[in-house]
Nanobody, 123 residues
Framework: QVQLVESGGGLVQAGGSLRLSCAAS????????MGWYRQAPGKQRELVAR???????NYADSVKGRFTISRDNAKNTVYLQMNSLKPEDTAVYYC?????????????????WGQGTQVTVSS
C-alpha cells in the first residue's frame, strides 16, 4: 500500500505565495510521473502541473510563469511553488503519482491520489 500526504495549503492574499508538498510512502519500488491537480467548487478536476522521474515538466496554461513543480526522488516528494496567486487559483489541490508498488511477486504500476489540501486566495 502507498500513501500520499500533502501539506502546505492555506489562505493567502492575491499576489502572495504558497508552497505545497506531497510525500509518498509505503511499498514503493519507484515512482514515474508525479503531479498536482486542482478542483474548484462546481468545476472538474484539472491538471496544474506534472513532472517525470527525469525532471521533464508540463504546466496548465493558466499557471505557466507563476507555478513551479519540482521533486526530490530520494525523498519521494513533489513540490509545487505557487507565486503571484490569484483568486481563481482557489481550489482543493490534489497530489497524484504513478507508482511502481511492490507486491508479492514483483511490482505493479498503480495510480495514487492524496487527500487534497485547500488553497484559498483572497482578493
Amino acid at each position: 500500500q502507498v500513501q500520499l500526504v500533502e501539506s502546505g495549503g492555506g489562505l493567502v492574499q492575491a499576489g502572495g505565495s504558497l508552497r505545497l508538498s506531497c510525500a509518498a510512502s509505503g511499498s514503493i519500488f519507484s515512482i514515474n510521473t508525479m503531479g498536482w491537480y486542482r478542483q474548484a467548487p462546481g468545476k472538474q478536476r484539472e491538471l496544474v502541473a506534472r513532472i517525470t522521474s527525469g525532471g521533464s515538466t508540463n504546466y496548465a496554461d493558466s499557471v505557466k510563469g507563476r507555478f513551479t513543480i519540482s521533486r526530490d526522488n530520494a525523498k519521494n516528494t513533489v513540490y509545487l511553488q505557487m507565486n503571484s496567486l490569484k483568486p481563481e487559483d482557489t481550489a482543493v489541490y490534489y497530489c497524484n503519482a504513478d507508482v511502481w508498488a511492490k507486491v508479492a511477486r514483483g511490482h505493479n504500476l498503480e495510480d495514487y491520489w492524496g487527500q487534497g489540501t485547500q488553497v484559498t486566495v483572497s482578493s
